[in-house]
């Protein structure tokens, strides 16, 4: 198992953000198929108003043990994203449509994929695919419970009957592989052909997060699914039709529906069944945060609310929103556009840029990478983010790492900043031109894969000019900037000529002719 680290900063034009990462190069995995299989009965089109019911049925028993609040429940979405949250009474702005205690019976998170796994994964176990793949890896066991009704997969969590069956419930109306690759409803399960256009299409690239499945995958394949078929089935069968579920394929099925449906909230990845029904709106809408419930108000849980000045009637779509990002990170994450990113409203690509393993300083940037980023990111406009000269290195040593992203956001000298600058603009030009010669997309499909791809394309084609254009000005204007030691005379006070006239006066009558400031004597005056 490789031990994840960092080589890398990426920065996000127009919202400039820092986070770990690394570039590799992985082979392509291929799981094998296994006989032992499982039936397991996924939603059809025809199926969906069925599958809404039994889900609804489940909800109302773990009310309000497991929900403590719930206006709305699970249907047929009139606006045609196949299921959604709708409103069982009349809200107004504020209303609580939703509220769900922190609960591991009914909620998949990150550490209790650790609890489960435990003694299956080593104890320090972090695949490339982070918490992303551990939710991933929850879900697949609850697909091998949820199908052979216990045999396969892990006995963990232990739940109570009422939790057991909105789970059960819940994963047969969660999409299939087939119906998410029929429909492409996500990058991770695109044909190759549109992956490659989306690879080309944006700075944020699809394969690496394809070779981290893949990596993630072929480790678990080898150490823990092979070793035991009885317990981690390698495919699940439907109507003659073979599902995958514990190998590559699986493995990428349920790592785009976490990436699709988990939400970030209290400081780690959740993953809420009934929650993650919710379909997105731009305007008018509330993301899933953290808050309280209960008779007392003193239950920790995950709530959705009306926004401002939005009311629902019943029967009507319960819209939430799904949060500020990219047109990529839409795309990537949620498989779809909204309308803001179609817009163009907001235009944002991600640059990444390697620390050179022959700096002498690595090992302390990768620190301060790691440690002291994302409390102090974002920079904005534009930020030395590295020291490129021998000659200003020297003034990072009184530095304290906490308080480096503030000092570095001001110039620290010309040619520094000219680096920085020269630097930022070669990886735009060289984005943009790897965007250059993609034909645009013959069908007229606005949701098809190369439509989509078309559309993060003229976003981040957007994002790079202007942000090239903006350091072109600043590199033009590199002689008007104050720097460093510019700084640190005017904050002494040694910024102009030293007049002992002007320095006795403003002192007073009392000022000692032979000190100036700081109580040190003035040039050529000591008596030995």
Same mark, same amino acid.
């Not at 025809?46 to 028993?61: G, R, T, V």
């Not at 176990?125 to 199908?147: C, I, P, Q, R, S």
């Given at each position: ?11 996000? $034009? ?8 690394? *570039? ?7 799981? @094998? ?22 889900? *609804? ?34 809200? @107004? ?30 104890? @320090? ?23 052979? *009704? ?39 399960? !695109? %044909? ?7 690879? &080309? ?8 997060? $394809? ?19 009885? @317990? #981690?089935?390698? %495919? ?11 190998? $590559? ?62 009311? !629902? ?22 498989? #779809? ?36 980023? !994302? ?9 030395? #983010? ?97 720097? !460093? ?20 006066? &403003? ?7 032979? $000190? %100036?400031?700081?109580?040190?004597? &003035? ?6």
């Amino acid at each position: 198992m490789k031990i994840r680290g960092s080589t890398s900063i990426f920065i996000l $034009l127009g919202i400039i953000d820092y986070s770990l990462g690394f *570039n590799t190069n992985i082979a392509k995995f291929h799981a @094998k198929r296994n006989e032992f299989q499982i039936a397991l009965s996924m939603a059809k089109k025809e199926d969906l108003p069925l599958i809404s019911s039994q889900l *609804n049925e489940a909800m109302k028993k773990c009310q309000p043990e497991f929900i403590k609040t719930c206006k709305v429940e699970v249907g047929v979405s009139p606006n045609g994203n196949r299921l959604g949250l709708i409103a069982t009474d009349k809200m @107004k702005k504020g209303d609580v449509a939703l509220a769900i205690p922190y609960d591991d019976q009914i909620i998949l998170t990150p550490e209790l994929a650790l609890d489960v796994y435990n003694g299956v994964l080593p104890t @320090k176990y972090d695949g490339w695919t982070g918490d992303n793949g551990l939710l991933a890896l929850l879900l697949l066991n609850e697909v091998a419970k949820t199908a052979t *009704n216990g045999s396969a997969g892990i006995a963990k969590p232990t739940r109570k009957a009422d939790a057991a069956n909105l789970i059960s419930a819940w994963i047969k109306a969660l999409p299939s592989p087939q119906e998410m690759k029929e429909n492409n409803m996500h990058p991770f399960l !695109y %044909s190759e052909d549109d992956q490659e256009t989306l690879q &080309a299409s944006s700075t944020k690239k699809v394969y690496r997060l $394809l070779d981290d499945l893949e990596e993630d995958a072929a480790w678990l394949e080898e150490r823990v699914w092979e070793a035991d078929r009885q @317990k #981690f089935p390698a %495919s699940a069968e439907l109507n003659g039709e073979t599902y995958p579920c514990f190998n $590559l394929e699986g493995f990428t099925w349920a790592s785009a529906l976490v990436a699709s449906r988990s939400v970030f909230v209290d400081g780690s990845s959740r993953l809420i069944p009934v929650m993650d029904m919710a379909n997105h709106d731009d305007i008018g809408a509330n993301e899933v945060v953290g808050g309280t419930m209960g008779t007392f108000g003193t239950t920790k849980g995950a709530v959705v609310k009306t926004a401002n000045g939005k009311t !629902y009637e019943k029967g009507s779509e319960f819209l939430a929103s799904y949060g500020p990002k990219s047109a990529a990170e839409y795309l990537l994450e949620h498989g #779809f556009l909204p309308k803001a990113s179609r817009s163009m409203q907001t235009s944002v690509a991600e640059l990444t840029f390697e620390i050179d393993e022959e700096d002498r300083f690595r090992d302390d940037k990768l620190d301060i990478l790691e440690f002291e980023t !994302y409390d102090n990111a974002p920079m904005e406009p534009v930020q030395s #983010f590295d020291v490129l000269g021998t000659k200003d290195a020297f003034l990072l040593e009184s530095v304290f790492r906490r308080d480096i992203w503030e000092f570095m956001s001001l110039p620290v000298s010309e040619p520094n900043e000219r680096a920085v600058l020269e630097t930022i603009a070669s990886s735009c030009s060289k984005a943009l031109a790897g965007m250059e010669g993609i034909e645009a997309p013959e069908d007229e499909d606005e949701n098809s894969p190369q439509s989509l791809c078309a559309i993060v394309r003229e976003s981040e084609t957007k994002a790079l000019s202007r942000t090239l254009e903006y350091v072109e000005r600043e590199k033009e204007a590199l002689d008007l900037k104050e720097y !460093y030691q510019e700084r640190r005379l005017k904050d002494l006070g040694l910024d102009s000529e030293w007049n002992p006239d002007e320095s006795g006066s &403003a002192l007073g009558d009392d000022y000692d002719d032979d $000190l %100036s400031f700081g109580q040190t004597r &003035a040039p050529g005056s000591l008596d030995w």
